[in-house]
């Protein structure tokens, strides 16, 4: 099956830094998502982003599905940031998604 | 509010229990999901069904069982529970066949087998 790749696993950052997250993946895919797991386990979706570029406030998001990866940008973090950032891919062949084993921040004060 | 929910939001029971995981949606959607967290966060598709029908059965023991009453709920029914089964299992949702949908989930249910 198609495997997931995300780095790094873990990421501290002092509150108003800039942060980027890498999610690479085997194989071609058709849908691609991120999600924020936040502290109390709720799995929030941040984008739907089988190729392209999207924007949502502070927090953009870029897959190039030909070299496949996608890249999930985080700008003046929060503590509210905080939390596990999965990617999740479904694969041409596949009806479910396949999660990455995540990158774990940590926004501090 | 529209969402997708599941009831108990935390269980507690005995090895060798039988118990169930109810989810339900109201955003109209037609394919509902089972997923499972393990204690390192890793997630996995446990089944998937379209509009009542299985459409995804991956290698999870003949022990957990879904059933769909209709496209709106998504109940996991585990017997015989073991230890290996404590967990976080979230359901979620998406509009069509999951191809090229967002997928939404629910709070999760955190699943301690004693």
């Known amino acids: 099956g198609i495997q997931v790749e995300q780095s790094p696993p873990d990421l501290i950052l002092q509150e108003g830094a800039n942060s980027t997250l890498r999610c690479n993946f085997s194989d071609s895919v058709n849908n691609l998502q991120w999600f924020h797991q936040n502290p109390w386990g709720q799995l929030i979706n941040l984008f739907y982003i089988p190729s392209g570029t999207k924007q949502n406030g502070r927090l953009s998001a870029t897959t190039v599905a030909t070299e496949r990866y996608s890249l999930l940008y985080i700008s003046s973090s929060q503590t509210t940031d905080s939390g596990v950032y999965f990617c999740?891919?479904?694969?041409?062949?596949?009806?479910?998604?396949?999660f990455g084993s995540g990158t774990r921040l940590q926004v501090q004060p | 509010d529209t969402a997708v929910s599941q009831t108990p939001k935390y269980l507690v029971t005995q090895m060798g229990n039988d118990k169930s995981i109810k989810c339900e949606q109201n955003l109209g959607h037609d394919t509902m999901y089972w997923y499972k967290q393990d204690s390192k966060k890793f997630l996995k598709i446990m089944f998937s069904y379209n509009n009542k029908e299985l459409i995804i059965n991956e290698t999870v023991p003949n022990r957990f069982s879904p059933k769909s009453p209709d496209k709106a709920h998504l109940n996991l029914h585990i017997n015989s529970l073991e230890l290996g089964d404590s967990a976080v299992y979230f359901c979620?949702?998406?509009?069509?066949?999951?191809?090229?949908?967002?997928?939404?989930f629910g709070p999760g249910t955190r699943l301690t087998v004693l």
């Open positions: 979620a949702s998406s509009l069509g066949r999951g191809f090229l949908d967002t997928q939404y």
């Open positions: 999740a891919v479904m694969d041409t062949g596949r009806r479910a998604l396949t």
